[in-house]
C-alpha cells in the first residue's frame, strides 16, 4: 500500500514539476506548482509524517499556491499571450537550477533515508514541545521574519496620501484590478 | 494487502462516500427550497413526490442530460479540470468525519488539522475556473471567493484552536470523547459563535455570497459552466454546508453523545439542525458589502478570536 501511494506521489510531484517549468502559460506554471506542491504532500503519508502532509497541504497548497494565483490574476491580463522563449534566460535558470539543486541532491544523498529512522516519527506532541524548547530560538526569528514580511508587505500597499504620491505610483495605482471590485 | 485488493477497497469506499455526499446534497437542495419557501410564506416544490422530495432527484436528471458547453475563448485544460478539483474536497472531507463511535471511513490522528487543510483544495478549483472561463465576472467572482476565505479562514483556526486546547488531542474522536459530560458550546460560546460565522464565510452564502451575487456578477465564477460541471460546484457547495455543520456538531455540540438514542442518530440530528440553522442565516439576512465583509473580519472577529483563545489558554492551561 505504502509503496504505491508513494510511487503516486512521485510521479505526481514529478509531472508538476516539469508542467511547472516548460508550460509557456504562466497560470498552467503555477498549476504544476500546486500539483508538485500536492505531490510532496502524498511523499509524507507512507513515511508517518502525516502531520507534514497535512501541514503542507494547508500552508503550501492552502496559502502558497494560491497566493501565487492570485497575484497572477492581479497583474494585467497578459494571460492570452504566450512567454517569449530565449536561450540566454534558458541557459540562467539552468545554472541558478544547479546551484540550488546540487547541494540539495547531496545533502539528500548523505542521509540514509531507508531504514528504521524513516519511520520513527516523533507525534505532534514531541514536535510541539520540541519547537517550544530546544528550537524556541528558531522558532521565534520565524515568527519575527514572518512579522517583518507581513509589515513589509502593509508599507508597500499602503495609500499614500494625495499629495506625497510619486507619479509613478499613481500610474500603477490606476491599473489595479483589485479597485474595480473594492 | 494485494494491489486488486487495495483497488478494491478505495473503490468501494469512495463509492459509498460519493453515494453519501449526491445523496446528502439532494437532500439539502429540497430542504432548502422547502426552508426558504416556509421563510417567503410559499409552499415549495411539491409536485414530484410526496411533499416534492423527489423534485431535486428531477433536476439532478435533468442537469446531468444537458449538454456540457465549452466556450470557444476558455483556457481548455483549466476549464475541463476546475470543477474537478473543486468538487475533490467533498468526499474526501466526508471521509475523514467520524459518525459515532468507531464508525467513520477513518479516524486521523491529524484530523482537526486535515479537514482545514483539504477544504482549501477547493479554492485552488474556485481560482481555476475563474480564470480559465475568461469572463470577467467569473474572475471578479472568483477572487472576491478566495479573498474571503483565506480572511476567514485566520480567526476559524483560531476558534478551533481553543477547543482543541481544551480536548487535548487533534484526533476528532478524543475531541467528542472529552464533551463527554458537557459539550464545549458551554465553555466556547464566543468560540462557536465565531466558527459559525466564518463557516457561513467559507461556504459562500448569504449574507456572505459576494463571490456568486447574482446582481452583481450573474453567478460568479461557475457562471459559464452547464451541465454536469455546473452540478458539481454545486454538489461541492453543498457539502461544504454539510461538512461544515458536522464540524461544529464534532467540536461544539458533543457530536455522537447524547442520552437514549444511538449515537450516529444523535449525530445526523445536530448536524442537520445546525445545517437547517445556517438555511435559515441565508434566507434571513442580506448580503453584505464588499468593505464590510472585509472590516468585519480584521477588525471584529480576528481580534476577538485571539482574545478568546489568549483568554482560554490562561484560564484552562493556568489551573483552572
Redo the contacts between chains.
Keep these: 500500500?505504502n509503496e504505491?501511494l508513494f510511487i503516486m506521489g512521485m510521479v505526481a510531484a514529478l509531472f508538476g514539476g516539469v508542467v511547472a517549468a516548460i508550460a509557456r502559460?504562466l497560470?498552467?506554471a503555477a498549476?504544476g506548482l500546486?500539483l508538485t506542491l500536492?505531490g510532496t504532500a502524498v511523499l509524507f503519508i507512507p513515511l508517518g509524517g502525516?502531520?507534514i502532509s497535512?501541514?503542507q497541504?494547508?500552508v503550501y497548497?492552502?496559502?502558497v499556491?494560491?497566493s501565487i494565483?492570485?497575484i497572477?490574476?492581479l497583474s494585467p491580463p497578459f494571460?492570452?499571450k504566450r512567454g517569449q522563449r530565449n536561450v540566454l534566460k534558458l541557459i540562467v535558470s539552468v545554472i541558478i537550477t544547479g546551484i540550488v539543486a546540487v547541494p540539495l541532491m547531496s545533502a539528500a544523498m548523505s542521509v540514509n533515508a531507508v531504514g528504521e529512522r524513516a519511520y520513527s516519527v516523533p507525534?505532534?506532541q514531541q514536535i510541539g514541545r520540541v519547537l517550544l524548547t530546544d528550537f524556541v530560538f528558531p522558532f521565534e526569528i520565524m515568527s519575527v521574519l514572518l512579522t517583518v514580511a507581513i509589515i513589509g508587505a502593509i508599507v508597500i500597499a499602503r495609500d499614500l496620501p494625495e499629495d506625497k504620491q510619486a507619479p509613478q505610483a499613481q500610474a500603477v495605482e490606476t491599473k489595479r484590478p483589485?479597485e474595480?471590485?473594492? | 494487502?494485494s494491489?486488486p485488493e487495495?483497488l478494491l477497497r478505495l473503490v468501494l469506499a469512495f463509492g459509498i462516500v460519493v453515494t453519501f455526499v449526491a445523496l446528502n446534497a439532494l437532500f439539502l437542495v429540497w430542504l432548502e427550497r422547502k426552508v426558504s419557501a416556509v421563510i417567503q410564506n410559499r409552499m415549495g416544490p411539491m409536485e414530484v413526490g410526496p411533499i416534492g422530495l423527489l423534485q431535486t432527484m428531477a433536476d439532478a436528471l435533468k442537469l446531468l442530460g444537458k449538454e456540457m458547453i465549452t466556450p470557444t475563448s476558455v483556457?481548455r485544460?483549466?476549464f475541463l479540470l476546475a470543477p474537478i478539483i473543486a468538487f475533490l474536497p467533498a468526499p474526501l472531507l466526508v471521509a475523514a468525519i467520524p459518525i459515532a463511535e468507531g464508525v467513520g471511513a477513518s479516524d486521523?490522528?491529524?484530523g482537526a488539522?486535515?479537514l482545514?487543510?483539504?477544504a482549501?483544495?477547493a479554492?485552488?478549483g474556485i481560482?481555476?475556473a475563474?480564470?480559465s472561463s475568461?469572463n470577467k465576472y467569473s474572475?471578479?467572482g472568483?477572487?472576491?471567493a478566495?479573498?474571503q476565505n483565506?480572511s476567514y479562514?485566520i480567526p476559524m483556526l483560531l476558534a478551533v484552536l481553543t477547543v482543541i486546547l481544551m480536548a487535548g488531542s487533534?484526533k476528532l474522536s478524543d475531541v467528542v470523547a472529552a464533551q463527554s459530560p458537557v459539550p464545549f458550546i458551554v465553555f466556547q460560546p464566543i468560540a462557536f459563535v465565531i466558527y459559525l460565522i466564518c463557516g457561513v464565510a467559507e461556504s459562500n452564502r448569504t449574507p456572505f455570497d459576494l463571490p456568486e451575487a447574482e446582481s452583481e456578477l450573474v453567478a460568479g465564477y461557475h457562471t459559464e459552466f452547464t451541465g454536469m460541471r455546473f452540478a458539481l460546484f454545486f454538489l461541492a457547495e453543498y457539502t461544504q454546508v454539510f461538512v461544515l455543520s458536522a464540524i461544529i456538531t464534532l467540536f461544539f455540540l458533543g457530536g455522537w453523545n447524547g442520552p437514549f438514542l444511538p449515537g450516529w442518530l444523535w449525530f445526523f440530528l445536530k448536524t442537520y439542525v445546525m445545517i437547517f440553522i445556517v438555511m435559515w442565516l441565508r434566507w434571513t439576512y442580506p448580503r453584505l458589502r464588499?468593505?464590510q465583509l472585509m472590516n468585519f473580519n480584521w477588525r471584529v472577529l480576528l481580534p476577538l478570536a485571539i482574545l478568546n483563545l489568549l483568554i482560554s489558554t490562561v484560564l484552562y492551561r493556568g489551573g483552572l
Design positions: 500500500m504505491y502559460n497560470f498552467h498549476l500546486a500536492a502525516e502531520l497535512v501541514i497541504i494547508l497548497l492552502g496559502a499556491a494560491i494565483l492570485f497572477l490574476m494571460y492570452l507525534t505532534v483589485e474595480v471590485h473594492a | 494487502m494491489l487495495i483556457d485544460i483549466a486521523l490522528n491529524v488539522i486535515y482545514f487543510a483539504i482549501n483544495i479554492f485552488l481560482l481555476m475563474g480564470w475568461n474572475l471578479l472568483a477572487m472576491r478566495v479573498a483565506v479562514e487533534l464588499s468593505d
